[in-house]
Each structure stands twice: as C-alpha cells, then as structure tokens.
C-alpha cells in the first residue's frame, strides 16, 4: 500500500516535470532577454537623440525588450535555417560538447523541447506492447496505421505499421509491419505513451505494469 502510494506520487511528479520543463525553459530564457535588452532602452534612447529624434535623455522605449527578443528569435530561426547558419549552429554545438558540465545539460534540455516540439501525436491512432527486440521482451510502440500498396501484398491484408521509438528521444526509432494478433492494445492514451519513453519507463501507469506482468506468463 505505501509503496503504491509514493510510486504514484514519483509518477504524478515526474509526468509534471516532464510536461513544465519545456514551458519552465522557454520563460525562463524569454524573460531573461526581455530583462537584458529592456535594460538597454537607455543606450537606444541615446543614438535616437544622435540620429536627431525628438525624445528627452533618459527615455525609456515602451516593450523594447520584448520587441527586440521576437526579432532576434526571428533572425536566429532565419539565419539556422540555411547552410551558412547550419555551419554555425553545428560549430557551436562543438563547442559546447567540449565541455563536461554544460553538454549534459544542453543536450538533455534539447533532446526533452525537440521531442515535444516535433513528435506528431495526431500521427499515432493508439499505444500497444509488441515484443521486441526479441521474444520475451516487450516495447511500448505506436501503431500509425494500415499497409498499402506493396507492403500490404507482400505482408498481409491485416498487418498495421507499427513505430517503435527509442528514449529519451521518441522522434527516432523503428518501423516494422505486424499483425495485431502480434501485440496487445493499451489503455494508455498518446500523450502518456510518449511520456513513458521519455522517462525512460519511470512514467508508468499502474495497468501497464500488470499487462506486461500478465503478458509475460
């Protein structure tokens, strides 16, 4: 009973963290560059009065800061998204994989927001356990689909596209066609699946544990 009770407590917490930490990360960095650039209002008020404009010393541009970060994400996403910009991005990943302490927390962070940001839910018609990579050992999979085409004349009229991800990074991992007699369909919705792989298991609904236990018999 107290060992089900603090392993929900662990779930309950870790599913929030998991789900704040994107949200907690992109405040944090848009509230530092609103503050930082919002404190240079004083030196853009000076070349203003250089340039000739009418404004007293002193004067404090309104929502500089915020204007001045929407425009140099902008940039940011213009300049990384051609070659020269992509040369750029990939030296200054370099550099910050040369060092210990920082490279954890980068690539961590980066791995956690990519996976949010590009992993299309909408793709994923319901989470199952297939076993794999070989028998005896299960995998949280998404099923994306039917077979077409050649696929469905060279497999089976039955057989469904099956996408197993890998963690922490659930946008990468294996395609492979089974038939549903080959897996068992979860409860769990999407959003709780990819929670799960993200985790690394520690996010795990209380039934999946019983099927896989069941499973396994």
């Given at each position: 009973?107290?060992?089900?009770?603090?392993?929900?407590?662990?779930?309950?917490?870790?599913?929030?963290?998991l789900?704040?930490l994107?949200?907690?990360?992109?405040?944090?960095i848009?509230?530092?560059?609103?503050?930082?650039?919002d404190?240079?209002?004083?030196?853009?008020?000076?070349?203003?009065?250089?340039?000739?404009?009418?404004i007293?010393?002193?004067?404090?541009?309104p929502?500089?800061?915020?204007?001045?970060?929407?425009?140099?994400?902008?940039?940011?996403?213009?300049?990384?998204?051609?070659?020269?910009?992509?040369?750029?991005?990939?030296?200054?990943?370099?550099?910050?994989?040369?060092?210990?302490?920082?490279?954890?927390?980068?690539k961590?962070?980066?791995?956690?927001?990519s996976?949010?940001?590009?992993?299309?839910?909408?793709?994923?018609?319901?989470?199952?356990?297939?076993?794999?990579?070989?028998?005896?050992?299960?995998?949280?999979?998404?099923?994306?689909?039917?077979?077409?085409?050649?696929?469905?004349?060279l497999?089976?009229d039955?057989?469904?596209?099956v996408?197993?991800?890998?963690?922490?990074?659930p946008?990468?991992?294996?395609?492979i066609?089974?038939?549903?007699?080959?897996?068992?369909?979860?409860?769990?919705t999407v959003?709780?699946?990819?929670?799960?792989?993200?985790?690394?298991?520690?996010?795990?609904?209380?039934y999946?544990?019983?099927?896989?236990?069941?499973?396994?018999?």
């Amino acid at each position: 009973m107290f060992i089900n009770f603090n392993r929900r407590l662990r779930n309950i917490f870790l599913t929030g963290f998991l789900i704040t930490l994107p949200i907690a990360l992109t405040i944090f960095i848009l509230s530092f560059l609103f503050k930082s650039l919002d404190a240079l209002s004083p030196v853009f008020t000076h070349w203003l009065i250089l340039l000739g404009a009418p404004i007293p010393e002193g004067y404090r541009i309104p929502f500089l800061g915020v204007v001045m970060t929407f425009v140099i994400v902008f940039l940011a996403g213009a300049v990384t998204t051609n070659i020269f910009g992509k040369k750029i991005l990939h030296l200054w990943e370099e550099i910050i994989g040369k060092i210990p302490f920082v490279r954890r927390i980068y690539k961590g962070t980066k791995q956690v927001v990519s996976s949010f940001a590009t992993m299309d839910t909408k793709s994923f018609t319901k989470v199952i356990l297939i076993e794999f990579p070989r028998k005896g050992a299960h995998a949280i999979a998404f099923v994306t689909g039917e077979t077409s085409g050649e696929l469905r004349r060279l497999t089976s009229d039955n057989h469904m596209k099956v996408f197993i991800p890998t963690t922490p990074n659930p946008t990468s991992g294996f395609v492979i066609l089974a038939d549903p007699s080959e897996f068992i369909t979860l409860d769990m919705t999407v959003e709780e699946g990819i929670k799960y792989v993200i985790s690394g298991g520690i996010v795990t609904p209380e039934y999946v544990e019983k099927l896989i236990k069941n499973s396994s018999v």
